[in-house]
């Protein structure tokens, strides 16, 4: 058939059977050199050698300010029973909620809804979808800029002791910082956060510590804070921790309810700009974390000066 076909085209036009013939060879060289391996821009390759060959794109660097700030004041002191001191940082006029003995799956419940249905801005946007499965409720006012420890206990008359055996239905305490101010919800991208704390109790020793700590964006997502690689001159091992064996008691009860806790990475030896090696270190760098640039030289950088 093929021969018949060739006789035809020969006889129709000369020229036009050599050119499909011509044709016909050089498609057949590539794909015979390609699938030995040379250097041939062909289209006939294995699955496997093509998937690594897709171009993936990087995301640019977007920056972004929170203005919220927590953390927990001599945690080694708090308990249930004798309550919690908790120091909070804002740069802006905010909200101070504590959720006693809350609800996990409303919590998670309440991100979700978050991300679908509607913002949480505001206290009240977070207690409806809780539908009030927490044991205690307080709300503090804090005050632009003023570093303000709150003590935050459960009530006397409560007589909580614990919240139960892990794996718990309940976190100790939810904390929410929210924007006091409406007008402000509008400058920052960042409206709200939610920080998960573990207290110890009668019958989990763990250490007091913050467990998660989630940003709630206006635009609807929310991200989980991590871990920062920071200067190994900076003193960030935590306090709380009287001895080794003590941290690795308190290690093997966070693996029991996969909450496992990652020591903070040092990336360099000073905690000046790693670019200029003048300024002082001030911005992290998400994903990666690397908290290595000034303010000065964030401005020149769409990727992480360290990892790309």
């Not at 016909?24 to 062909?42: A, I, S």
Request: glycine share 2%; hydrophobic share 35%; net charge negative.
């Amino acid at each position: 058939m093929a021969a018949v076909f060739l006789v035809t085209l020969y006889e129709y036009s000369p020229l036009f059977y050599i050119a499909v013939v011509f044709t016909c060879f050089v498609v057949t060289t590539v794909l015979v050199l390609g699938w030995f391996g040379w250097d041939v821009p062909v289209i006939l390759r294995n699955s496997e050698e093509t998937q690594f060959s897709t171009r993936v794109f990087k995301k640019q660097m977007r920056q972004v300010k929170n203005p919220f700030g927590l953390e927990i004041t001599n945690p080694s002191s708090a308990s249930v029973t004798t309550g919690i001191t908790l120091t909070t940082d804002c740069l802006e006029d905010s909200l101070l909620t504590c959720y006693w003995g809350c609800s996990v799956q409303k919590l998670y419940e309440a991100l979700q809804k978050h991300v679908y249905c509607f913002r949480i801005s505001t206290p009240q946007a977070l207690e409806d979808p809780l539908y009030s499965e927490y044991l205690y409720q307080e709300q503090y006012f804090i005050k632009k800029d003023s570093k303000e420890e709150i003590y935050c206990r459960l009530p006397r008359d409560n007589k909580i002791e614990d919240f139960g055996t892990v794996p718990t239905s309940h976190y100790p305490l939810v904390a929410l910082l929210t924007l006091a101010d409406e007008d402000d919800r509008e400058i920052y991208d960042i409206i709200s956060m939610v920080s998960v704390i573990h207290i110890p109790d009668r019958t989990y020793k763990l250490s007091c510590t913050i467990l998660y700590q989630y940003l709630l964006l206006a635009q609807g997502q929310f991200h989980d804070l991590k871990q920062l690689f920071m200067s190994a001159n900076n003193n960030f091992t935590p306090s709380n921790y009287s001895s080794s064996e003590e941290k690795n008691t308190d290690r093997s009860l966070l693996e029991k309810v996969r909450l496992s806790k990652s020591e903070v990475e040092p990336s360099e030896n000073s905690k000046d700009c790693i670019v200029c090696q003048n300024g002082t270190v001030n911005w992290v760098l998400l994903p990666c974390r690397h908290t290595c640039l000034c303010d000065g030289c964030v401005k020149y950088f769409q990727q992480c000066p360290m990892c790309r």
